[in-house]
């Protein structure tokens, strides 16, 4: 049985050869807000690109800050091409995460959430 740690304890992850893919060397738990019985498990091993900035590096680090609210978000993308969540979903918990931790200040949470909601629309995603 996987041991997976909280979503608020330090990331555990190998950062590949190249510098732009983080593997998870340990899962963790997202527990949703006001919804105490929801739990979102993220597997050991599963990998991801941090915060796609599309180079606006100056306003978000591709790495950094809420690197695990973004990693939760790729997780549920994921989950949304395999037909398991709507994309919606997975970019109401990616809002509803930084807004919990306050990795960023609630305008640029805020901001995050416009950017991947107009994503998904350009791509058809909606």
Do not use: W
Request: net charge positive; with cysteine.
């Amino acid at each position: 049985m996987q041991e997976y740690q909280k979503f608020t304890s330090p990331i555990i992850c190998e950062i590949s050869n190249n510098g732009k893919i983080y593997t998870l060397k340990r899962g963790f738990i997202y527990y949703r807000k006001d919804k105490s019985n929801e739990i979102i498990e993220v597997p050991e091993g599963f990998e991801s690109d941090g915060f796609t900035n599309f180079g606006f590096n100056i306003i978000i680090p591709k790495f950094g800050r809420g690197l695990k609210c973004a990693i939760l978000h790729d997780y549920l993308c994921e989950k949304f091409h395999q037909g398991k969540v709507s994309r919606k979903f997975a970019d109401e918990v990616f809002l509803e995460a930084m807004l919990e931790t306050k990795a960023f200040k609630k305008s640029k949470a805020y901001f995050l959430y416009f950017c991947v909601r107009t994503y998904a629309f350009f791509k058809g995603f909606l």
